[in-house]
């Protein structure tokens, strides 16, 4: 037998040599070189935060001890729940609380039902749903300005389409928006057009996501559209579709755009005068900062409470 070789081999002088041990190094310098790893992100992160603070958490806090407060030639007193009870005692308060309910529900009726509809539609074209989901979305790129003229015109008694339309088939010219009895109508048909081409895209991704194999077997069971429709389309899209119900009610009940720019806010004998708009009447034409931050908060305690019972019953229905 031959001794061993005292010289390393060809195989041990290529094989790397073990990793050393290094110990951890401290804290703090991990958490610099993780910091400075991520500083960009972390920015992003500050203004974001920022922004949100400035913009939306400080006049939420601002209002709230506005509305509890009363400012006259300067002097800022605190008055308690006298805000609440000048908000109480104006007539037009219930008034804007019930047009403001009328509009949400129409707009739930129009605003709701109409873009999931149109969102199934699209859904059936094999071709050419680019170009319709471009159509649909259109009036959402454009400025609300720019659509409340386009809707002026068209409700205008004088020359506009409408009228020019029910003219031509036999139907009584209308006062769209000078008769109080269809003036909120005539706005919720407005906002409906304004503001449907987001809902009707979400609709449509969520559409899109149901297995056809479902729809295949509920024309083997002898299933027709709306059959289909009942039984496979709204149970698949239950979720989106109880989710956008609580962002339309929330968004409608904050309505100011609409009415303040096609009738001027009040509209015929206030029949189009809303909570949003009272708040800005107190504020900006009567100088009641206190009034219009007590009629906020009454706002977003409602708001608040109608979410919370949402997510109450929603998780409910999910056990």
Request: hydrophobic fraction near 50%.
């Amino acid at each position: 037998m031959s001794a061993p070789s005292l010289t390393p081999s060809k195989a041990d002088r290529t094989r790397p040599a073990p990793p050393r041990e290094t110990k951890p190094g401290p804290a703090s310098g991990s958490f610099a070189r993780a910091l400075r790893r991520n500083a960009t992100a972390h920015g992003f992160l500050i203004g974001a935060v920022l922004c949100f603070g400035v913009f939306s958490w400080y006049p939420m806090v601002r209002e709230f001890f506005l509305a509890f407060q009363k400012t006259e030639d300067g002097r800022t007193t605190w008055v308690g729940f006298d805000n609440l009870v000048t908000v109480f005692n104006d007539p037009a308060f219930w008034q804007a609380w019930g047009n403001t309910a009328l509009f949400t529900v129409l707009a739930l009726v129009l605003g709701f039902a109409v873009p999931f509809l149109v969102a199934v539609v699209i859904n059936e074209f094999q071709h050419g749903q680019g170009y319709l989901r471009l159509l649909v979305y259109l009036p959402v790129m454009l400025p609300p300005v720019a659509s409340v003229l386009l809707f002026k015109y068209l409700y205008d008694p004088g020359y506009g389409l409408l009228n020019e339309l029910f003219t031509s088939i036999g139907l009584p010219e209308q006062q769209w928006l000078q008769d109080p009895d269809i003036s909120m109508f005539a706005v919720v048909i407005a906002s409906t057009w304004m503001n449907m081409g987001g809902a009707t895209l979400i609709y449509l991704a969520s559409l899109q996501s149901i297995p056809g194999e479902l729809y295949e077997a509920a024309e083997l069971d002898g299933a027709g559209l709306f059959r289909k429709i009942w039984h496979v389309t709204i149970p698949q899209t239950r979720l989106i579709l109880s989710l956008m119900a609580l962002m339309q009610v929330i968004a409608t009940m904050q309505v100011f755009v609409e009415p303040f720019l096609l009738t001027g806010g009040a509209g015929p004998e206030g029949s189009t005068t809303t909570v949003v708009y009272l708040i800005y009447q107190y504020a900006f034409n009567f100088n009641n900062y206190g009034a219009a931050a007590a009629l906020g908060l009454l706002l977003l305690v409602l708001l608040a409470g109608f979410s919370a019972v949402y997510v109450k019953l929603s998780r409910a229905e999910d056990e």
